[in-house]
C-alpha cells in the first residue's frame, strides 16, 4: 500500500492518525487555514492557493513547491507523524492538499477564525474517505 493509500484509507483522527497529520498541519499554521494560504501568497503560490478555494478546476502544485511553501519544521513535524521522510510527505500533500482546502472552503470563501476553519474532523475523514473512492 502506498502512503497515499495510507493516509486515505487511515481511519480516526486521534494523534498519529494520517487524518490527525492533516488535522495537525492545517491546525499548526499560524492563523490556521488563512494562515497558510497567506503562506502560499508569499511564496509566490496565491493564484494556486486561490483555485482550489474558488469553485472550479484545481490547479495542480508540485511536492518541491509545497516545500517552499511550508516551513522544513511543519514538513518535517507532518512527515514523523506519517513515518516517511519529508520529502515523500511533501509529494503526498501536493496530491492531498488541494483537494482538502477545496472541500474545506466549499463556499468559495475561507472560514473566518474559530468558524470551524477545519470543517470538522468528521468532515476531513469523509473527504478523506471519497478521495480514496
Known amino acids: 500500500m502506498g502512503l497515499l493509500d ?3 484509507g487511515g481511519a480516526g483522527g486521534g494523534e498519529g492518525s494520517p487524518i490527525g497529520a492533516i488535522t495537525d498541519l492545517l491546525g499548526g499554521q499560524e492563523g490556521g ?11 509566490g503560490l496565491g ?5 482550489w478555494i ?6 495542480p ?6 516545500e517552499t511553501v511550508l516551513s522544513s519544521g ?3 513535524d507532518f512527515a514523523a507523524k506519517l513515518g516517511v521522510d519529508p520529502k515523500t ?24 477564525a474559530g468558524q470551524g476553519g477545519l470543517g470538522g474532523l468528521g468532515g476531513l475523514a469523509d473527504l478523506l474517505g471519497k478521495l480514496k473512492g
Open 6 to 8: 495510507g493516509i486515505l
Open 33 to 43: 487555514l488563512g494562515g497558510l494560504l497567506g503562506a502560499f501568497e508569499k511564496g
Open 47 to 51: 493564484g494556486v492557493a486561490q483555485s
Open 54 to 59: 474558488a469553485s472550479g478546476a484545481n490547479l
Open 61 to 66: 502544485i508540485s511536492a518541491e513547491q509545497i
Open 74 to 76: 511543519m514538513l518535517a
Open 89 to 112: 510527505a511533501a509529494g503526498t500533500l501536493a496530491q492531498v492538499l488541494p483537494q482538502v482546502i477545496d472541500h474545506l472552503t466549499p463556499d468559495g470563501q475561507v472560514p473566518a
